[in-house]
C-alpha cells in the first residue's frame, strides 16, 4: 500500500482504490472481474439459448401432431434436423427404420434400441444445455471467498503500514481499509448475480429437458403400437 502524502486528501474512486492495492490485491480484484465478465457472457448466452429451445419445443410438438406421416416428417428433414426436438425424432425414426427387416417385419428388441437411441440424444442435448452452468456455480461459491481473501490481505498490509508509519489517525487507515473492502464488494457482485442465474438457469434446462423426455415417452408409445401391429 503506497503512503499518502501529508494532508492530502485520498482518493476513494475505485481506480485510484485499485491503483494503490498491492500487487496480489490487484490480481484477486482482476481474478472477480474477469469471473463476473465471464459469468454474465454465460449468462446472456444460456437465456438466448434456452428461449430458442422453448420455441422448438412449441414450433416441433405442434408439426409433430399435425397429423402428418411420421415418414414424411423425418423425410423433410433430410438428415439435417436443426433443433433438439427434431433430433431426438430422428435419432429415434432412424433405429427404428434400421430395425425393419427386408420382409416387413421388425428385429427383436426394436423397442429397446429405439429408447436407448432416443435416451442418448436426450442426453447430448441435455449437456448442451448445461454446458457453462458449473462455471456459474464455481463463481458463486468460490468469488466471495476469493473477495474475502483479498481483504485479509489488503487489512494485513494496511496494518503493516500503521505499524511502519507509526501513525494511527483514520486519514492513515482509512484508505487501506477502503482497498481491502473492494475486493470483498468485487467477490459478492460476482457471486450474487451468478448464485441466482445458476438457480433459474439449471430449473429451466430441467424443465426443457422434461419435455424432451415427454417427448420421447410420445413418440416409443406410437412406435411400440406400430411394432404391435408388425
Do not use: C
Not at 77 to 82: D, Q, T, V
Not at 86 to 95: D, V, Y
Not at 136 to 159: E, H, M, R, Y
Not at 178 to 206: F, H, Q, R
Amino acid at each position: 500500500m503506497e503512503n499518502l502524502a501529508a494532508g492530502s486528501p485520498a482518493d476513494f474512486t475505485l481506480i485510484a482504490l485499485f491503483l494503490r492495492a498491492s500487487l496480489t490485491v490487484k490480481l484477486v480484484m482482476v481474478v472477480l472481474v474477469l469471473a463476473s465478465v465471464w459469468a454474465w457472457a454465460i449468462i446472456i448466452q444460456k437465456v438466448i439459448t434456452y428461449a430458442a429451445a422453448r420455441r422448438d419445443v412449441d414450433r416441433f410438438d405442434r408439426r409433430f401432431w399435425s397429423g402428418e406421416p411420421l415418414d414424411d416428417v423425418y423425410d423433410r428433414l433430410a438428415g439435417n434436423p436443426s433443433g433438439a426436438s427434431e433430433r431426438i425424432f430422428s435419432a429415434g425414426m432412424l433405429e427404428w427404420r434400421r430395425s425393419q427387416t427386408d420382409d416387413g417385419g421388425i428385429i427383436p428388441a426394436a423397442q429397446a434400441r429405439i429408447d436407448r437411441a432416443m435416451t442418448v440424444a436426450i442426453n447430448r442435448e441435455a449437456d448442451r444445455l448445461t454446458g457453462g452452468l458449473p462455471f456459474l456455480a464455481t463463481v458463486g461459491s468460490t468469488a466471495p471467498f476469493i473477495g474475502l481473501f483479498g481483504t485479509v490481505w489488503g487489512i494485513k498490509n494496511a496494518f503493516e503500514g500503521i505499524a511502519l508509519s507509526q501513525n494511527t489517525s483514520l486519514a492513515v487507515v482509512a484508505p487501506g481499509i477502503a482497498e481491502a473492502l473492494v475486493a470483498t464488494a468485487l467477490g459478492l457482485l460476482a457471486a450474487i448475480p451468478a448464485v441466482v442465474a445458476y438457480n433459474k438457469l439449471a430449473s429451466d434446462a430441467d424443465r426443457i429437458s422434461g419435455s424432451h423426455e415427454a417427448f420421447a415417452d410420445e413418440f416409443s408409445t406410437i412406435l411400440s403400437r406400430q411394432i404391435g401391429e408388425e
